[in-house]
C-alpha cells in the first residue's frame, strides 16, 4: 500500500517536472521581444540591451531555465518585470483568496451534486431525475461568464472588490457569494451527472442485481451495494472540480473583479510580464497535479481493488 502510495506521488512530481519545462517553453516561444513590450517603442536601444542582459536573454534557454527551476525550489518566484517586486509578495495574498473562493464554492457544491446525483440514480427515469438533467443541461451549457453577467444584474447592489485587505470576515463572504455561485453553478452540473452516470454504471452489475432479486429496496441497494463501489469515480470527478475552482477561474475573476490568481495571471498577460506568468502557471499546475494525486491516493483507499492491478 506505502509503495503503492509512493508511486503515485512520484508520479505526481515527475508530472510537475514536465509541466514547469513546458511552462518554461511557452513563455519563451511567444512572439514579439519581452523588452520592448515592457520598456516600450520609446525605448532607446542601450536601453533595451540592458534590460536583455538584465532578464538574462544572454544566456541559453536550458541555462536560464535550470536557474528559474532552481530559485523555484528554493521558494523564490523571480521578481515582477513590471513593478520590480518579489512575486511571492504579490501572488501569496491572491493565492489565498482564490481558495477562499474555491472553499467557499466547494462548501456547497460538492455535498450537493454528490446528494443529487445519488437521489436522481434512486429516482432514474422519475420526475426528480428528469428534472435534474434538464436543470444540469443547462447549466453546463451556458459559460461562466454569460452566468456571472445575469448574477451582476439581478443583484446590482452586491458588493465588488479590487482587494481583500482590512475588510472583516462579513464582508468577504459578501463579496465571495456571487462569484461563488457562479462557479457552484458550473461544477455542480458536471459532478452530479458524473455521480449519476457512476452509480447507474455500478446497478448493471450481477451483484447488484442479485441484491434486487432478494427484494431489497433502491434506495438500499444504491446506498449499501453500488454507491461505495462507484466511490473512486466520484471522488476523482470531485477532485477535478476542486481543481477547476482553482485554476479554472481566471474568467470569473475577472467578471467580478475578484483580487485571485487569475486576475493577476491575466494582468501580467496583458504586460508581458513573463515571470509572473511562469509563477501563476506552476501555482496552477502545481495545484492541480497535487489534487489529483490526492484523488487517486484516496480512490485507493476506498476501493481495494485498485491496489491489486490485474
Not at 536573454?57 to 518566484?77: E, I, M, T
Not at 456547497?108 to 437521489?119: C, E, S
Not at 496552477?284 to 497535479?289: N, T
Not at 497535487?290 to 484523488?295: K, S
Amino acid at each position: 500500500m506505502l509503495r503503492l502510495v509512493a508511486t503515485r506521488a512520484g508520479l505526481g512530481i515527475l508530472t510537475l517536472f514536465a509541466v514547469s519545462v513546458v511552462i518554461f517553453i511557452c513563455t519563451q516561444i511567444l512572439p514579439g521581444d519581452v523588452a520592448s513590450a515592457v520598456l516600450g517603442n520609446q525605448a532607446t536601444p542601450e536601453a533595451l540591451k540592458a534590460f536583455r542582459l538584465e532578464l538574462g536573454l544572454d544566456q541559453p534557454a536550458y541555462a536560464r531555465y535550470f536557474n528559474w527551476l532552481w530559485g523555484v525550489l528554493h521558494g523564490d518566484l523571480g521578481r515582477s518585470l513590471t513593478n520590480k517586486r518579489d512575486i511571492i509578495e504579490d501572488l501569496w495574498p491572491r493565492f489565498l483568496n482564490t481558495l477562499f473562493l474555491a472553499g467557499y464554492t466547494a462548501l456547497f457544491a460538492v455535498p450537493l451534486a454528490v446528494g443529487l446525483g445519488i437521489m436522481a440514480a434512486i429516482r432514474e427515469g422519475r420526475w426528480q431525475d428528469r428534472l435534474a438533467n434538464v436543470l444540469t443541461l443547462i447549466a453546463i451549457s451556458m459559460p461562466e461568464f454569460f452566468i456571472g453577467y445575469i448574477l451582476i444584474a439581478l443583484f446590482p447592489g452586491a458588493s465588488l472588490a479590487t482587494a481583500f485587505s482590512g475588510i472583516s470576515f462579513s464582508d468577504r463572504v459578501a463579496i465571495t457569494t456571487l462569484p461563488a455561485i457562479t462557479l457552484t453553478l458550473l461544477v455542480t452540473a458536471h459532478m452530479l451527472r458524473m455521480t449519476r452516470n457512476s452509480v447507474l454504471a455500478i446497478m448493471s452489475t450481477p451483484y447488484v442485481e442479485m441484491a434486487f432479486l432478494k427484494g431489497l429496496k433502491r434506495s438500499r441497494v444504491v446506498s449499501r451495494h453500488a454507491l461505495p463501489n462507484a466511490a473512486g469515480p466520484i471522488v476523482s470527478v470531485v477532485a477535478l472540480n476542486l481543481a477547476y475552482l482553482v485554476v479554472g477561474v481566471v474568467v470569473v475573476e475577472n467578471v467580478f473583479t475578484y483580487p485571485g490568481v487569475g486576475q493577476y495571471m491575466v494582468d501580467a498577460v496583458s504586460k508581458r510580464d513573463v515571470p509572473v506568468i511562469q509563477a501563476c502557471g506552476l501555482v496552477f499546475a502545481g495545484v492541480f497535479v497535487t489534487l489529483n494525486t490526492i484523488a487517486d491516493m484516496v480512490a485507493i483507499l476506498v476501493n481495494p481493488r485498485l491496489r491489486h492491478p490485474r
